[in-house]
């Protein structure tokens, strides 16, 4: 029984060895991806937080389901690029701003009375530690170019030594007078939802500084703009200088 039992298993194992392997059945082609890779991917791309809203990608372009012709989401990714480039802009404008208050605050810092009563000593340290702050500040650049002609130039420059004048009166009393003269005028001008400027009253807004309006008149809207912020932030500074004193 038993030679029966090991004829039938080599018999089992012949036909096994000389029966062909069955193939695998092939792998199918990598499905095509269903756009092309228009844009590049950011690191940790798909962490919003991260990206702050400037990443697009193709899939955000299309929008909705319904079929878009090859112009119609090139113009579709273009419109999300330009609103991201514009908040690119506002977010460098921000930064800009704060690395003109903290220059402002060092002027201030230096023009500031107390100075005076310092023995050479002190005052001597205290500059040097200016200095080095200026320094590390200065490692920081920043350039949002504002398209102006040469007499918007010159209306920024001319304003910018007015306000420079004024931070550097080292009384803070007139300083806040002075200030507050130039942020007047500044209100006197408003721009409305429009986008047309509309004169204020000079009686709602308190006394104001002509020479200054006049000079402000010539600078772009985004200059006045940013001017009225500088002031603003130079006006809580100097109010708290002149409560304290």
């Known amino acids: 029984m038993f030679e029966n039992l090991r004829g039938i298993f080599r018999k089992r194992r012949r036909n096994e060895e000389d029966t062909p392997p069955t193939p695998s059945p092939p792998k199918s082609p990598p ?3 269903t756009g092309p890779v228009l844009l590049p991917q950011f690191p ?3 962490s919003p937080e991260i990206n702050d809203g400037y990443c697009v990608s193709w899939s955000d372009a299309q929008g909705d389901n319904r079929p878009y012709n090859g112009s119609e989401r090139f113009v579709n990714i273009l419109d999300q690029l330009d609103a991201r480039v514009e908040k690119l802009r506002k977010d460098a404008l921000n930064l800009q701003e704060k690395k003109d208050y903290l220059l402002m605050s060092m002027d201030l810092i230096k023009s500031n009375e107390m100075m005076q009563n310092m023995t050479e000593g002190e005052r001597e340290e205290i500059m040097l530690y ?8 200065g ?8 398209v102006r002609d040469n007499s918007q130039e010159d209306s920024l420059s001319q304003i910018n030594a007015l306000i420079d004048t004024m931070i550097k009166m080292g009384d803070p009393v007139i300083a ?4 507050q003269l130039y942020l007047n005028a500044c209100c006197s001008n408003s721009m409305d939802t429009s986008g ?21 008149l010539g600078c772009t809207l985004d200059d006045q703009k940013n001017i009225k912020k500088r002031l603003q932030a130079l006006m809580g500074y100097l109010n708290k200088q002149t409560v304290s004193h």
């Not at 200016?130 to 500040?137: G, T, W």
């Not at 806040?176 to 200030?179: A, G, H, M």
Request: hydrophobic fraction near 30%; aromatic fraction near 2%; proline fraction near 9%.
């Open 130 to 137: 200016i200095q080095r702050v200026n320094s590390r500040l």
């Open 139 to 146: 490692t920081v650049e920043l350039n949002v170019r504002t």
């Open 44 to 46: 940790d791309e798909e």
């Open 196 to 216: 047309h400027m509309d004169t204020v009253p000079e009686a709602d807004m308190g006394p104001i500084d002509k020479k200054f309006e006049s000079v402000l």
């Open 31 to 33: 499905k095509p991806p």
């Open 176 to 179: 806040r007078q002075r200030c």
